[in-house]
Nanobody, 125 residues
Framework: QVQLVESGGGLVQAGGSMRLSCAAS????????LGWFRQAPGKEREFVAA???????LYAESVKGRFTFSRDNAKKTVYLQMNSLKPEDTAVYYC???????????????????WGQGTQVTVSS
């Protein structure tokens, strides 16, 4: 059983920055792939970014160049650095984890085994 705890959400003005963290417990973190998804009110869940066990990265087009996903295996934590935030980035952000490397598209929620409770990010205009 793997548990994920997100932190770092809150309220920020458009153009600002925010860093989300996701700490994992249980499982073998270093061989796991992780991702971030988000869901805004009234909208479907949306892929944001993914990182494979070997550091390979994938970003949604909507965040490419603004968001940076990184991992610290020693701390069993991943980070999502979000810059140049826009009101449309407002959503609940969920950290997800897969016990091994990707077998399909990292942008598919079905690739992941566990997810956290989510953290709210609100970007004001």
């Amino acid at each position: 059983q793997v548990q994920l705890v997100e932190s770092g959400g809150g309220l920020v003005q458009a153009g600002g920055s925010m860093r989300l963290s996701c700490a994992a417990s249980g499982g073998t973190f270093s061989s796991s792939a992780l991702g971030w998804f988000r869901q805004a009110p009234g909208k479907e869940r949306e892929f944001v970014a993914a990182i494979n066990w070997n550091g390979g990265l994938l970003y949604a087009e909507s965040v490419k160049g603004r968001f940076t996903f990184s991992r610290d295996n020693a701390k069993k934590t991943v980070y999502l650095q979000m810059n140049s935030l826009k009101p449309e980035d407002t959503a609940v952000y969920y950290c997800v984890i897969r016990a091994s490397g990707f077998s399909g598209s990292p942008s598919s929620f079905g690739q992941y085994d566990y997810w956290g409770q989510g953290t709210q990010v609100t970007v004001s205009s």
